[in-house]
Antibody, heavy 117, light 107 residues
């Protein structure tokens, strides 16, 4: 059974860096059939695609966030991560990790990150 | 970047009725790489349809997808109480983008 779980701070100060980890079970992040992605959803709003990474480190980021994003993958821990720097209150959202095969068939439950001083 | 526009914004229907949701792309999608998701409050999105018309595992056959080029539809033939939710389309032919969503609410 494939399972993804996000973890990280729920509160980040403006101008600082948001860091999240997605821990994967039931499938290896080294599986070349998949990418590993992030999607966010501001409160009361729609879904926004953030980007994805492959086990070999190939990345594809949203143009609107590209300058502030870094994704990485740790095959030894079977997890991948997101870093978003210089955050503002507009980055407040529920952040989801997901298995990306083009569409996303497995998702984490999501974690709310609030940007506030 | 491909922009997806969903219509209507809100669909008010009764259980048992047919729902037709639209998703229009700003440019033709490569190989019909379009998916549909259902999201209920407080939950992650759930994949319904991929490749325009293929139902994901465990999705009932009252859900169907169609279309090509720039115009795509999700049809729910007979709405069940659990189908009232927000639906998103997503293209994955050129990077990834989501539509803004259609809320299907009880009339």
């Amino acid at each position: 059974q494939v399972h993804l779980q996000e973890s990280g701070p729920g509160l980040v100060k403006p101008s600082e860096t948001l860091s999240l980890i997605c821990t994967v079970s039931g499938v290896s992040v080294s599986d070349v059939s998949y990418f590993w992605g992030w999607v966010r959803q501001p409160p009361g709003k729609g879904l926004e695609w953030i980007g994805y990474i492959s086990a070999s480190g190939v990345t594809n980021y949203s143009p609107s966030l590209k300058s502030r994003i870094t994704m990485s993958v740790d095959t030894s821990k079977n997890e991948f991560s997101l870093r978003l720097n210089s955050v503002t209150p507009a980055d407040t959202a529920v952040y989801f990790c997901a298995r990306d095969r083009g569409d996303s068939d497995y998702w984490g439950q999501g974690t709310l990150v609030t940007v506030s001083s | 970047e491909i922009v997806l526009t969903q219509s209507p914004g809100t669909l008010s229907l009764s259980p048992g009725e047919r729902a037709t949701l639209s998703c229009r792309a700003s440019q033709s999608l490569h190989s019909s790489y379009l998916a549909w998701y259902q999201q209920k409050p407080g939950q992650a999105p759930r994949l319904l349809i991929y490749g325009t018309s293929t139902r994901a595992t465990g999705i009932p056959d009252r859900f169907s997808g169609g279309g090509s080029g720039t115009d795509f539809t999700l049809t729910i033939t007979r709405l069940e109480p659990e189908d009232f939710a927000v639906y998103y389309c997503q293209q994955y032919g050129s990077s990834r983008t989501f539509g803004q969503g259609t809320k299907v609410e009880i009339k």
